[in-house]
């Protein structure tokens, strides 16, 4: 059976420090969404890799749903708190802080995650990941304009020029692959950070990239905290 609850509850850091990626958040007044079952539970090997992009216990092509939940609920400054016993069930809880001052809504910027801030460029050409990883990196803090391939992101590029705080390009795309898209971008922006997502080695990328301290490589699958590394 399934059971869906939700309520209102007061948190400590202590009970924080027990929930996913709640490093951040702040104790206080949380409103909870709660869904818990009676199956068969999840093992605890398998437990703390739930959240990471790309991990499923299934098939290829699986394992994003619950990153997006993650990205989602960190871009709010919340936490959840994942309870499991193998055989007895699992226990999902959603905590939200709760809305207190209406008019600060959008002014206090405390709990961003070590203060990011400003535009990213994301270019990946599979919708899914794409939408994942502009949730994650707006959990972060940023604001993220999206192309759906290499030309389409260099004609970006040009257009928030001086705006851009990070460009972020998977290295396979049609039209225009990441690497000549960063070429480009350097040309046209030679400080402009880049992280290159790619299943790949580094050694796929031109040598001009590859002895760039400005241009990181980003190895796919790749976790929530291995994207924040490499933002960093």
């Not at 400590?12 to 539970?41: M, N």
Request: charged letters at 20%.
């Amino acid at each position: 059976s399934v059971r869906i609850s939700t309520g209102l509850t007061n948190v400590d850091a202590d009970y924080l420090s027990q929930c996913a990626f709640a490093d951040k958040t702040v104790p206080g007044t949380f409103v909870y969404i709660e869904v818990s079952d009676t199956g068969s539970g999840i093992p605890p090997e398998t437990v703390s890799r739930i959240f990471d992009p790309f991990f499923t216990t299934k098939f290829t092509g699986r394992g994003l749903g619950l990153s997006a939940v993650l990205g989602i609920v960190r871009g709010h400054h919340g936490a959840i708190k994942v309870d499991s016993s193998v055989n007895e069930g699992t226990r999902f809880r959603v905590l939200l802080p709760a809305l207190t001052q209406p008019d600060n809504i959008g002014t206090d910027d405390t709990t961003s995650p070590w203060g990011t801030s400003g535009l990213v460029l994301l270019a990946d050409d599979e919708g899914l990941v794409r939408q994942i990883t502009c949730t994650q990196l707006e959990g972060m803090g940023f604001t993220v304009v999206q192309a759906r391939d290499g030309k389409e992101a260099v004609q970006l590029a040009q257009q928030y020029k001086g705006q851009l705080q990070l460009a972020l390009l998977d290295l396979t795309m049609p039209h225009m692959d990441g690497d000549e898209a960063a070429r480009k971008m350097q040309e046209a922006t030679p400080h402009l950070p880049i992280v290159i997502t790619s299943g790949y080695s580094a050694q796929d990328l031109t040598l001009r990239l590859r002895d760039n301290s400005n241009v990181v490589l980003l190895p796919k699958p790749f976790s929530m905290s291995d994207l924040t590394a490499a933002v960093r």
